[in-house]
């Protein structure tokens, strides 16, 4: 159970190993995807209809919506295309993480049933692992939905475009998508305890980018800062969007928030490192 | 009768096993309440009496959404992918050579299921959305019941459907896209997203019409005091109609398929 790494005074030389493990674990997370590319092409047909049905799925939210719209103009104070670019943005994030990390949360049931021993003896981060694992290219269909509504309300909005916020649309998808995925692996490690608790994670997660479809206008005021200050879910999509649109921050924050997405991402990262670390660490195999 | 309440009394204990993932489930259905029942209030701040019902109705509605998803499988999550996967492996053979009757022993098991979410996965979020919003719980106590009634004809027609795409499976082999897209007919034509008296125009009335509004707007309905009298009882028959045309048209597709059940030895 050495393979995680053991606790120690930084010196240059763990600093280094730390970086070859990253290298390292990049390159199986890599080719573990290959293998579960190759394998999910061998049933183009089944591909196919699940990306379609992915696609849908997603959709529905977006229907919905719209449905809202067909019988008012604005929700709090917001219209289609300002949600649509909300939407988009929070959407993108979360696909673009759930399809390079969504199959974290089946760690639960590999704690359950054992089989997560099989991940402990190889020579290669468990993280990596984990989040390759069953790599679902199928999720594709969620990101292209997402994208086609963002391409909507890019279309539709009329914006005083400047150059820092076109730089800033490409920032906060990528940012967004790193502070979800830091939900991913905390709720994962979560689950080192937990075992069968893995939709207190989709709470935190599909609840996240649910919440985030809607302006903050719609919510009250204490939910708005749980998700400002504890967990950060607000730099995903709100605050930097909110300074697309040239509107008013929710909790009275400074402008220059958002520009935050890149620290709190890295942040988020550095948290999360550390929990799935103690969690994995505590693991207890079940036997046999 | 005895052996189909002990599958049905079996369904229940399976699911209750699961303690963890039941509290689990309370705290997601809680915080998706919550976040649906902001997006409502907005929407009825802008139009109240949108879809024929008050803001604090509208609310109910909600918590009801988030109380019967798993009660009314709207977004499948019962027995339906265990059959498929008993097909595809031909494990289905040795059901078949069980003196019980397949579809009524699903059935009951599924009820069990449905019992179990009920009361481990639906009252807890309704009590907390109750203490959260100002809901409008019913006025007579005879509400109740009658509430349960509809929800129990919600659950016989969620299975009789889930039954019919699950049988599919012995012709598409893989029964995962066929079970997929009946999810995503439940979420849609349940009212789960939205109710169904906002769908506008002919949408809303095909909506209506379909099996899956008796998995949550019949409910609802029944629950908000919609039906009275008469009315109640059309809307038992609506329900009650379509559980048993589907049922029917599951065992009429049940004994096509088993005809085509080819056991190999080995």
Same mark, same amino acid.
């Given at each position: 159970?050495?393979?995680?790494?053991?606790?120690?005074? *930084?010196?240059?030389?763990?600093?280094?190993?730390?970086?070859?493990?990253?290298?390292?674990?990049?390159?199986?997370?890599? %080719?573990?995807?290959?293998?579960?590319?190759?394998?999910?092409?061998?049933?183009?047909?089944?591909?196919?209809?699940?990306?379609?049905?992915?696609?849908?799925?997603?959709?529905?939210?977006?229907?919905?919506?719209?449905?809202?719209?067909?019988?008012?103009?604005?929700?709090?104070?917001?219209?289609?295309? *300002? =949600?649509?670019?909300?939407?988009?943005?929070?959407?993108?994030?979360?696909?673009?993480?759930?399809?390079?990390?969504?199959?974290?949360?089946?760690?639960?049931?590999?704690?359950?049933?054992?089989?997560?021993?099989?991940?402990?003896?190889?020579?290669?981060?468990?993280?990596?692992?984990?989040?390759?694992?069953?790599?679902?290219?199928? #999720?594709?269909?969620?990101?292209?939905?997402? %994208?086609?509504?963002?391409?909507?309300?890019?279309?539709?909005?009329? =914006?005083?475009?400047?150059?820092?916020?076109?730089?800033?649309?490409?920032?906060?998808?990528?940012?967004?998508?790193?502070?979800?995925?830091?939900?991913?692996?905390?709720?994962?490690?979560?689950?080192? $305890?937990?075992?069968?608790?893995?939709?207190?994670?989709?709470?935190?997660?599909?609840?996240?980018?649910?919440? %985030?479809?809607?302006?903050?206008?719609?919510?009250?005021?204490?939910?708005? #800062?749980?998700?400002?200050? =504890?967990?950060?879910?607000?730099?995903?999509? &709100?605050?930097?969007? %909110?300074?697309?649109?040239?509107?008013?921050?929710?909790?009275?924050?400074?402008?220059?928030?958002?520009?935050?997405?890149?620290?709190?991402?890295?942040?988020? &990262?550095?948290?999360?490192?550390?929990?799935?670390?103690?969690?994995?660490?505590? $693991?207890?195999?079940?036997?046999? | 009768?005895?052996?189909?309440?002990?599958?049905?009394?079996?369904?229940? /204990?399976?699911?209750?096993?699961?303690?963890?993932?039941?509290?689990?489930?309370?705290?997601?259905?809680?915080?998706? @309440?919550?976040?649906?029942?902001?997006?409502?209030?907005?929407?009825?701040?802008?139009?109240?009496?949108?879809?024929?019902?008050?803001?604090?109705?509208?609310?109910?509605?909600?918590?009801?959404?988030?109380?019967?998803?798993?009660?009314?499988?709207?977004?499948?999550?019962?027995?339906?992918?265990?059959?498929?996967?008993?097909?595809?492996?031909?494990?289905?053979?040795?059901?078949?050579? /069980?003196?019980?009757?397949?579809?009524?022993?699903?059935?009951?098991?599924?009820?069990?299921?449905?019992?179990?979410?009920?009361?481990?996965?639906?009252?807890?979020?309704?009590?907390?959305?109750?203490?959260?919003?100002?809901?409008?719980?019913?006025?007579?106590?005879?509400?109740?019941?009658?509430?349960?009634?509809?929800?129990?004809?919600?659950?016989?027609?969620?299975?009789?459907?889930?039954?019919?795409?699950?049988?599919?499976?012995?012709?598409?082999?893989?029964?995962?896209?066929?079970?997929?897209?009946?999810?995503?007919?439940?979420?849609?034509?349940?009212?789960?997203?939205?109710?169904?008296?906002?769908?506008?125009?002919?949408?809303?009335?095909?909506?209506?019409?379909?099996?899956?509004?008796?998995?949550?707007?019949?409910?609802?309905?029944?629950?908000?005091? /919609?039906?009275?009298?008469? @009315?109640?009882?059309?809307?038992?028959?609506?329900?009650? @109609?379509?559980?048993?045309?589907?049922?029917?048209?599951? /065992?009429?597709?049940?004994?096509?398929?088993?005809?085509?059940?080819?056991?190999?030895?080995?």
């Amino acid at each position: 159970m050495d393979a995680v790494a053991a606790p120690g005074p *930084e010196t240059a030389e763990t600093a280094f190993a730390d970086r070859s493990r990253l290298v390292e674990g990049v390159r199986a997370y890599g %080719l573990i995807v290959a293998m579960w590319l190759r394998s999910t092409l061998a049933y183009r047909a089944s591909f196919v209809m699940t990306t379609v049905g992915n696609f849908l799925m997603t959709g529905f939210d977006f229907v919905t919506i719209m449905l809202m719209f067909s019988h008012v103009d604005a929700l709090g104070g917001y219209t289609l295309p *300002e =949600i649509a670019l909300l939407y988009g943005v929070s959407a993108s994030a979360f696909g673009l993480c759930d399809l390079l990390l969504g199959s974290v949360d089946r760690v639960g049931q590999r704690v359950r049933d054992g089989t997560l021993d099989t991940l402990l003896v190889r020579p290669v981060p468990v993280l990596a692992q984990v989040a390759a694992d069953r790599f679902a290219l199928r #999720r594709l269909g969620r990101i292209t939905q997402a %994208l086609l509504v963002l391409g909507y309300a890019l279309v539709t909005l009329d =914006i005083a475009w400047t150059p820092l916020k076109v730089a800033l649309l490409p920032v906060m998808v990528l940012s967004g998508a790193a502070i979800f995925g830091a939900v991913f692996v905390a709720g994962a490690a979560f689950q080192f $305890y937990a075992q069968d608790a893995s939709e207190v994670q989709n709470a935190f997660t599909y609840g996240g980018t649910t919440l %985030l479809q809607y302006p903050p206008s719609v919510f009250a005021r204490d939910l708005v #800062r749980g998700v400002t200050f =504890i967990v950060p879910l607000a730099f995903v999509s &709100w605050l930097p969007a %909110l300074y697309v649109l040239g509107r008013d921050y929710p909790l009275d924050l400074p402008r220059w928030v958002a520009f935050l997405p890149p620290l709190v991402a890295g942040g988020c &990262w550095v948290l999360a490192g550390l929990v799935w670390r103690v969690g994995l660490r505590s $693991y207890r195999s079940t036997g046999s | 009768m005895r052996l189909y309440a002990v599958v049905a009394a079996g369904g229940f /204990r399976r699911y209750a096993t699961y303690r963890t993932a039941t509290l689990a489930g309370v705290f997601t259905n809680t915080v998706f @309440g919550f976040i649906v029942a902001y997006t409502y209030l907005a929407l009825w701040d802008e139009r109240p009496q949108l879809g024929g019902y008050d803001q604090s109705e509208a609310l109910t509605y909600v918590w009801l959404g988030q109380a019967l998803l798993m009660t009314c499988a709207m977004m499948g999550a019962g027995f339906e992918s265990e059959l498929t996967e008993r097909i595809r492996t031909g494990d289905i053979a040795v059901d078949l050579y /069980r003196p019980a009757d397949l579809q009524l022993w699903w059935l009951a098991g599924d009820l069990g299921r449905a019992a179990f979410h009920l009361l481990g996965r639906g009252v807890a979020p309704m009590v907390l959305g109750a203490l959260a919003f100002d809901l409008a719980l019913p006025d007579s106590p005879w509400m109740w019941p009658a509430f349960l009634v509809s929800v129990l004809l919600g659950v016989v027609v969620s299975f009789a459907l889930r039954f019919l795409v699950a049988l599919s499976a012995f012709w598409l082999m893989d029964g995962a896209g066929a079970l997929q897209m009946a999810m995503l007919a439940g979420l849609f034509f349940s009212g789960m997203l939205l109710p169904l008296t906002l769908f506008p125009g002919v949408l809303g009335e095909v909506a209506r019409a379909l099996p899956w509004s008796s998995l949550l707007q019949v409910p609802a309905d029944v629950f908000l005091g /919609r039906y009275t009298g008469w @009315g109640l009882l059309g809307a038992y028959a609506f329900q009650a @109609g379509w559980a048993l045309v589907l049922l029917l048209a599951g /065992r009429l597709l049940q004994s096509v398929a088993t005809r085509r059940v080819v056991v190999q030895g080995g």
